[in-house]
Protein backbone atom coordinates (compact mmCIF):
# COMPACT_ATOMS: atom_id res chain seq x y z
CA UNK A 1 0.00 0.00 0.00
CA UNK A 2 1.22 3.48 -1.07
CA UNK A 3 1.90 5.88 1.94
CA UNK A 4 -0.26 8.97 2.50
CA UNK A 5 2.18 11.48 1.36
CA UNK A 6 2.77 9.34 -2.38
CA UNK A 7 -1.35 9.05 -2.31
CA UNK A 8 -1.91 12.67 -1.86
CA UNK A 9 0.52 13.70 -4.64
CA UNK A 10 -0.66 11.35 -6.80
CA UNK A 11 -3.90 12.79 -6.76
CA UNK A 12 -2.89 16.23 -7.26
CA UNK A 13 -0.98 16.08 -9.88
CA UNK A 14 0.74 18.72 -11.71
CA UNK A 15 1.36 21.18 -14.65
CA UNK A 16 4.89 22.15 -15.45
CA UNK A 17 5.71 25.97 -16.43
CA UNK A 18 6.66 27.01 -19.63
CA UNK A 19 10.05 28.13 -19.59
CA UNK A 20 12.22 28.76 -22.69
CA UNK A 21 15.68 27.02 -22.71
CA UNK A 22 17.34 28.84 -25.38
CA UNK A 23 17.44 32.20 -26.84
CA UNK A 24 19.00 34.85 -28.97
CA UNK A 25 20.93 37.92 -28.22
CA UNK A 26 20.64 41.43 -29.01
CA UNK A 27 22.25 44.59 -28.52
CA UNK A 28 21.23 48.10 -27.01
CA UNK A 29 21.31 51.30 -25.29
CA UNK A 30 18.74 53.12 -22.71
CA UNK A 31 15.73 53.50 -21.58
CA UNK A 32 13.36 55.69 -20.09
CA UNK A 33 10.25 54.97 -17.60
CA UNK A 34 7.54 56.96 -16.74
CA UNK A 35 4.42 56.95 -15.39
CA UNK A 36 2.46 54.89 -12.74
CA UNK A 37 0.83 51.70 -13.61
CA UNK A 38 -2.48 53.44 -14.41
CA UNK A 39 -4.73 53.29 -17.13
CA UNK A 40 -5.16 57.07 -17.18
CA UNK A 41 -1.31 57.58 -18.37
CA UNK A 42 -1.88 55.52 -21.41
CA UNK A 43 -4.41 55.34 -24.13
CA UNK A 44 -5.43 52.27 -25.31
CA UNK A 45 -7.78 51.09 -28.27
CA UNK A 46 -10.96 52.15 -28.10
CA UNK A 47 -14.13 49.78 -27.54
CA UNK A 48 -15.63 50.60 -30.97
CA UNK A 49 -13.91 48.41 -33.38
CA UNK A 50 -12.98 45.78 -30.50
CA UNK A 51 -13.82 42.51 -32.92
CA UNK A 52 -11.18 43.93 -35.80
CA UNK A 53 -7.90 43.04 -36.51
CA UNK A 54 -7.03 46.65 -36.30
CA UNK A 55 -7.59 46.57 -32.61
CA UNK A 56 -4.98 43.57 -32.17
CA UNK A 57 -2.58 46.13 -34.32
CA UNK A 58 -3.25 49.07 -31.94
CA UNK A 59 -2.95 47.50 -29.21
CA UNK A 60 0.11 45.49 -29.77
CA UNK A 61 1.94 49.10 -30.58
CA UNK A 62 0.48 50.58 -27.51
CA UNK A 63 2.05 48.29 -25.27
CA UNK A 64 4.80 45.79 -27.11
CA UNK A 65 8.04 48.42 -25.76
CA UNK A 66 6.68 47.74 -21.74
CA UNK A 67 6.93 43.92 -22.55
CA UNK A 68 10.28 42.42 -22.25
CA UNK A 69 12.47 39.30 -23.05
CA UNK A 70 14.28 37.96 -20.12
CA UNK A 71 17.46 36.27 -20.61
CA UNK A 72 19.50 34.14 -17.61
CA UNK A 73 22.47 32.53 -17.08
CA UNK A 74 22.82 30.04 -13.75
CA UNK A 75 24.62 27.15 -12.60
CA UNK A 76 22.87 23.85 -11.25
CA UNK A 77 24.62 21.04 -9.98
CA UNK A 78 28.11 22.48 -11.76
CA UNK A 79 26.30 22.53 -15.07
CA UNK A 80 26.41 25.89 -16.74
CA UNK A 81 22.52 26.54 -18.28
CA UNK A 82 20.74 29.68 -20.20
CA UNK A 83 16.99 30.03 -19.79
CA UNK A 84 14.44 32.70 -20.58
CA UNK A 85 10.97 34.13 -20.53
CA UNK A 86 8.89 36.95 -20.85
CA UNK A 87 8.03 39.85 -18.64
CA UNK A 88 6.67 42.99 -18.44
CA UNK A 89 7.62 47.09 -17.03
CA UNK A 90 5.49 47.62 -13.54
CA UNK A 91 6.00 50.76 -12.50
CA UNK A 92 8.20 53.70 -12.93
CA UNK A 93 10.79 52.56 -10.54
CA UNK A 94 12.00 49.95 -13.12
CA UNK A 95 10.27 47.12 -11.89
CA UNK A 96 10.25 43.95 -13.87
CA UNK A 97 7.32 41.31 -13.24
CA UNK A 98 7.93 37.86 -14.44
CA UNK A 99 7.53 34.11 -13.51
CA UNK A 100 10.24 32.69 -10.56
CA UNK A 101 10.70 29.81 -12.13
CA UNK A 102 12.15 31.58 -15.17
CA UNK A 103 15.15 33.18 -12.75
CA UNK A 104 15.55 30.07 -10.82
CA UNK A 105 19.12 29.25 -10.29
CA UNK A 106 19.98 32.45 -12.45
CA UNK A 107 23.57 34.03 -11.75
CA UNK A 108 22.74 36.69 -13.60
CA UNK A 109 19.82 38.57 -15.72
CA UNK A 110 19.22 40.74 -18.49
CA UNK A 111 15.76 42.23 -19.83
CA UNK A 112 15.59 43.10 -23.53
CA UNK A 113 13.27 45.95 -24.42
CA UNK A 114 11.38 45.89 -27.93
CA UNK A 115 13.83 48.81 -29.43
CA UNK A 116 16.94 46.30 -28.90
CA UNK A 117 17.81 47.84 -25.43
CA UNK A 118 19.36 45.47 -23.33
CA UNK A 119 19.75 46.03 -19.07
CA UNK A 120 21.19 43.93 -16.50
CA UNK A 121 18.47 43.22 -13.81
CA UNK A 122 18.92 42.66 -10.37
CA UNK A 123 16.21 40.51 -8.48
CA UNK A 124 14.42 41.99 -5.95
CA UNK A 125 12.72 39.00 -4.51
CA UNK A 126 10.99 35.71 -5.92
CA UNK A 127 7.93 33.81 -4.28
CA UNK A 128 7.92 30.38 -5.61
CA UNK A 129 4.41 29.59 -3.99
CA UNK A 130 2.83 31.90 -6.43
CA UNK A 131 5.27 32.02 -8.99
CA UNK A 132 5.90 35.40 -9.04
CA UNK A 133 9.42 37.42 -9.82
CA UNK A 134 10.25 41.00 -9.49
CA UNK A 135 13.33 42.04 -11.57
CA UNK A 136 14.98 46.12 -11.43
CA UNK A 137 16.69 47.63 -14.07
CA UNK A 138 18.28 51.02 -14.15
CA UNK A 139 15.95 53.92 -14.35
CA UNK A 140 17.72 56.37 -17.15
CA UNK A 141 15.44 59.38 -18.46
CA UNK A 142 18.19 60.24 -21.02
CA UNK A 143 16.11 58.50 -24.10
CA UNK A 144 13.32 60.87 -24.99
CA UNK A 145 12.63 58.33 -28.29
CA UNK A 146 11.38 55.43 -26.43
CA UNK A 147 9.49 54.93 -23.05
CA UNK A 148 8.76 51.47 -21.50
CA UNK A 149 4.91 52.68 -19.51
CA UNK A 150 4.25 50.60 -16.67
CA UNK A 151 1.40 48.63 -17.95
CA UNK A 152 -1.90 48.99 -15.79
CA UNK A 153 -3.13 46.25 -14.17
CA UNK A 154 -6.82 45.50 -14.35
CA UNK A 155 -9.33 44.11 -11.23
CA UNK A 156 -9.28 40.34 -12.05
CA UNK A 157 -11.99 39.82 -9.54
CA UNK A 158 -14.04 41.01 -12.55
CA UNK A 159 -13.22 38.94 -15.28
CA UNK A 160 -15.86 36.79 -17.22
CA UNK A 161 -15.15 33.58 -18.78
CA UNK A 162 -15.55 34.94 -23.06
CA UNK A 163 -14.12 38.03 -22.51
CA UNK A 164 -11.20 38.71 -25.26
CA UNK A 165 -7.74 38.22 -24.17
CA UNK A 166 -4.39 39.08 -25.89
CA UNK A 167 -0.51 37.25 -24.75
CA UNK A 168 2.37 39.04 -25.46
CA UNK A 169 6.17 37.28 -24.80
CA UNK A 170 8.96 35.67 -26.42
CA UNK A 171 7.83 32.35 -27.41
CA UNK A 172 10.45 29.80 -28.65
CA UNK A 173 12.99 32.66 -28.47
CA UNK A 174 10.70 34.81 -30.85
CA UNK A 175 10.56 38.50 -28.95
CA UNK A 176 7.60 40.32 -29.47
CA UNK A 177 5.23 37.38 -30.32
CA UNK A 178 1.26 38.11 -29.66
CA UNK A 179 -1.54 35.87 -29.71
CA UNK A 180 -4.87 36.24 -28.72
CA UNK A 181 -8.40 33.95 -27.75
CA UNK A 182 -10.36 33.78 -24.90
CA UNK A 183 -10.95 33.83 -20.88
CA UNK A 184 -11.85 29.96 -20.60
CA UNK A 185 -12.33 30.23 -16.99
CA UNK A 186 -11.55 31.75 -14.09
CA UNK A 187 -11.35 30.45 -10.04
CA UNK A 188 -8.70 27.74 -11.10
CA UNK A 189 -6.81 25.89 -8.91
CA UNK A 190 -3.26 24.77 -10.11
CA UNK A 191 -1.04 21.96 -8.01
CA UNK A 192 2.46 22.39 -8.65
CA UNK A 193 5.84 20.39 -7.92
CA UNK A 194 6.16 22.24 -4.67
CA UNK A 195 3.42 20.50 -2.73
CA UNK A 196 1.32 24.05 -2.59
CA UNK A 197 -1.19 25.02 -4.97
CA UNK A 198 -2.18 27.72 -6.79
CA UNK A 199 -5.40 29.12 -6.37
CA UNK A 200 -7.56 31.32 -7.95
CA UNK A 201 -5.64 30.54 -11.90
CA UNK A 202 -7.25 32.16 -15.52
CA UNK A 203 -7.41 29.80 -17.86
CA UNK A 204 -7.44 30.99 -21.41
CA UNK A 205 -6.99 29.50 -24.78
CA UNK A 206 -4.47 32.44 -25.99
CA UNK A 207 -1.87 29.98 -27.14
CA UNK A 208 0.90 30.06 -24.81
CA UNK A 209 4.09 28.00 -25.97
CA UNK A 210 8.06 28.44 -23.96
CA UNK A 211 9.19 31.55 -23.61
CA UNK A 212 5.64 33.34 -22.61
CA UNK A 213 6.01 32.57 -19.19
CA UNK A 214 6.03 35.83 -17.24
CA UNK A 215 4.58 37.54 -19.77
CA UNK A 216 1.35 39.86 -19.79
CA UNK A 217 -1.95 38.33 -20.45
CA UNK A 218 -3.84 41.40 -21.33
CA UNK A 219 -7.60 42.66 -21.86
CA UNK A 220 -8.63 44.68 -25.47
CA UNK A 221 -8.13 48.07 -23.17
CA UNK A 222 -4.67 46.89 -22.30
CA UNK A 223 -5.28 46.27 -18.74
CA UNK A 224 -3.16 42.77 -17.20
CA UNK A 225 -5.24 40.50 -16.35
CA UNK A 226 -2.67 37.94 -16.00
CA UNK A 227 0.80 36.76 -15.76
CA UNK A 228 1.18 33.69 -18.10
CA UNK A 229 2.25 30.53 -16.27
CA UNK A 230 1.46 27.32 -17.99
CA UNK A 231 0.24 25.35 -20.34
CA UNK A 232 -1.12 22.30 -20.37
CA UNK A 233 -2.04 20.75 -24.27
CA UNK A 234 -3.73 22.59 -27.19
CA UNK A 235 -5.20 25.58 -26.02
CA UNK A 236 -5.03 25.38 -22.41
CA UNK A 237 -2.95 28.04 -20.47
CA UNK A 238 -2.97 29.40 -17.12
CA UNK A 239 -2.40 33.03 -15.79
CA UNK A 240 -1.61 34.02 -12.41
CA UNK A 241 -4.65 36.71 -11.70
CA UNK A 242 -3.59 40.08 -11.64
CA UNK A 243 -4.93 40.83 -8.13
CA UNK A 244 -2.48 38.27 -6.76
CA UNK A 245 -0.10 39.73 -9.18
CA UNK A 246 -0.40 42.74 -7.17
CA UNK A 247 -0.03 41.68 -3.49
CA UNK A 248 2.69 39.79 -4.23
CA UNK A 249 4.80 42.16 -6.07
CA UNK A 250 4.26 44.61 -3.56
CA UNK A 251 5.32 42.78 -1.06
CA UNK A 252 8.23 42.01 -2.60
CA UNK A 253 8.80 45.26 -3.97
CA UNK A 254 8.42 46.51 0.06
CA UNK A 255 9.87 44.18 2.39
CA UNK A 256 11.72 41.92 -0.28
CA UNK A 257 9.03 38.62 0.50
CA UNK A 258 5.42 38.03 0.23
CA UNK A 259 3.87 35.77 3.35
CA UNK A 260 1.53 33.53 2.44
CA UNK A 261 -1.05 32.14 5.34
CA UNK A 262 -1.57 28.65 6.07
CA UNK A 263 -3.65 26.25 7.74
CA UNK A 264 -1.44 22.85 7.85
CA UNK A 265 -4.03 20.48 5.77
CA UNK A 266 -4.14 17.89 3.24
CA UNK A 267 -7.67 17.86 1.67
CA UNK A 268 -9.40 15.13 -0.20
CA UNK A 269 -13.67 15.34 -1.91
CA UNK A 270 -15.37 12.93 0.35
CA UNK A 271 -16.51 9.86 -2.14
CA UNK A 272 -19.89 8.22 -2.24
CA UNK A 273 -17.76 5.04 -0.67
CA UNK A 274 -16.82 7.38 1.39
CA UNK A 275 -19.81 8.91 2.41
CA UNK A 276 -21.71 5.12 2.60
CA UNK A 277 -18.98 3.89 4.97
CA UNK A 278 -18.73 6.63 7.57
CA UNK A 279 -22.84 7.20 7.61
CA UNK A 280 -22.50 10.78 6.08
CA UNK A 281 -25.69 13.24 6.58
CA UNK A 282 -26.12 15.25 3.23
CA UNK A 283 -24.33 18.31 4.60
CA UNK A 284 -20.85 16.37 5.82
CA UNK A 285 -21.30 14.27 2.31
CA UNK A 286 -20.41 17.20 0.30
CA UNK A 287 -18.08 18.54 2.78
CA UNK A 288 -14.25 18.73 2.00
CA UNK A 289 -11.85 15.38 4.19
CA UNK A 290 -8.66 16.64 5.79
CA UNK A 291 -7.03 13.79 4.64
CA UNK A 292 -3.76 14.82 6.76
CA UNK A 293 -2.93 17.50 9.28
CA UNK A 294 0.73 18.56 9.38
CA UNK A 295 2.31 18.15 12.68
CA UNK A 296 2.65 21.88 14.89
CA UNK A 297 0.90 23.29 12.24
CA UNK A 298 -2.26 25.82 12.94
CA UNK A 299 -4.75 23.10 12.33
CA UNK A 300 -2.78 20.42 14.49
CA UNK A 301 -2.19 23.48 17.18
CA UNK A 302 -6.29 23.83 16.97
CA UNK A 303 -7.28 20.34 17.40
CA UNK A 304 -8.57 19.84 14.05
CA UNK A 305 -8.08 15.71 12.86
CA UNK A 306 -6.50 13.90 9.44
CA UNK A 307 -8.07 10.70 8.01
CA UNK A 308 -7.00 7.08 8.04
CA UNK A 309 -6.52 5.22 5.14
CA UNK A 310 -8.47 1.62 4.94
CA UNK A 311 -9.34 -0.53 1.98
CA UNK A 312 -13.30 -0.39 0.66
CA UNK A 313 -14.14 -2.76 -2.07
CA UNK A 314 -10.22 -3.67 -3.03
CA UNK A 315 -9.63 0.54 -2.76
CA UNK A 316 -7.66 2.60 -0.70
CA UNK A 317 -10.06 5.00 0.94
CA UNK A 318 -9.60 7.80 3.39
CA UNK A 319 -11.98 7.59 6.61
CA UNK A 320 -12.62 9.14 10.00
CA UNK A 321 -10.83 12.79 9.12
CA UNK A 322 -12.34 15.42 10.15
CA UNK A 323 -14.61 16.90 7.37
CA UNK A 324 -15.04 20.79 6.71
CA UNK A 325 -18.23 22.39 5.80
CA UNK A 326 -17.94 26.02 6.07
CA UNK A 327 -15.36 28.90 7.10
CA UNK A 328 -16.47 31.76 8.93
CA UNK A 329 -19.74 31.18 8.11
CA UNK A 330 -18.93 30.72 4.28
CA UNK A 331 -20.21 26.71 3.02
CA UNK A 332 -17.21 25.44 1.37
CA UNK A 333 -17.68 22.24 -0.61
CA UNK A 334 -14.28 22.14 -2.55
CA UNK A 335 -10.60 22.37 -1.74
CA UNK A 336 -10.47 24.50 -4.33
CA UNK A 337 -12.73 26.93 -2.14
CA UNK A 338 -10.65 26.61 0.89
CA UNK A 339 -7.44 26.83 -1.10
CA UNK A 340 -8.52 30.46 -2.41
CA UNK A 341 -10.47 31.83 0.80
CA UNK A 342 -6.88 30.71 2.91
CA UNK A 343 -5.24 32.51 0.04
CA UNK A 344 -7.03 35.87 0.08
CA UNK A 345 -6.45 35.85 4.54
CA UNK A 346 -3.30 36.98 5.93
CA UNK A 347 -0.77 35.22 8.61
CA UNK A 348 -2.33 35.57 12.10
CA UNK A 349 -5.47 36.33 11.38
CA UNK A 350 -8.23 33.57 12.77
CA UNK A 351 -10.73 31.96 10.83
CA UNK A 352 -14.12 29.45 12.36
CA UNK A 353 -14.06 26.24 10.91
CA UNK A 354 -17.47 24.31 11.03
CA UNK A 355 -17.00 20.70 10.61
CA UNK A 356 -18.02 17.32 10.96
CA UNK A 357 -16.27 14.33 13.32
CA UNK A 358 -18.07 11.19 13.80
CA UNK A 359 -21.22 12.34 12.83
CA UNK A 360 -21.20 15.34 15.28
CA UNK A 361 -21.01 19.15 13.74
CA UNK A 362 -18.16 21.17 15.49
CA UNK A 363 -16.92 24.63 15.41
CA UNK A 364 -13.55 25.91 16.07
CA UNK A 365 -11.36 28.74 15.65
CA UNK A 366 -8.04 28.38 13.99
CA UNK A 367 -5.06 31.25 13.81
CA UNK A 368 -3.53 31.03 10.69
CA UNK A 369 0.44 30.05 10.35
CA UNK A 370 2.90 31.33 7.73
CA UNK A 371 3.96 29.05 5.18
CA UNK A 372 6.60 26.96 5.56
CA UNK A 373 9.61 27.54 3.27
Avoid: C
Avoid at 171 to 198: K, Q
Avoid at 354 to 361: L, T, V
Amino acid sequence: MLPLAAVLFLLIGFVLGVGLMTFFYQGGSTVDFAGENSIDNVTYATSSNKNSSETYKILYQQIIDSVVSVKVQGEINGNQFKSGGSGFVYDEKGHIITNQHVVDNADSVEVYFSNDIVRKAKIIGTDKYSDIAVLKVKEDPSNKNFTAHPLPMANSSEIKPGQIAMAIGTPHGLEGSVTHGIISATGRTMSTSNGFSIPNMIQTDAPLNPGNSGGPLVDLSGQVVGVNRAKSGDNLGFAIPSNKVQRVANAIIEKGEYEHSWLGVQMLPVSSKMADFMNLNDEAARGVMIAAVIEDGPAYDAGLKGAKSIEIDDQMAFVNGDIIVAIDDKKMYESDQIITYIDKKRPSETIEVDYYRNGEKMTTEVKLGTRPN
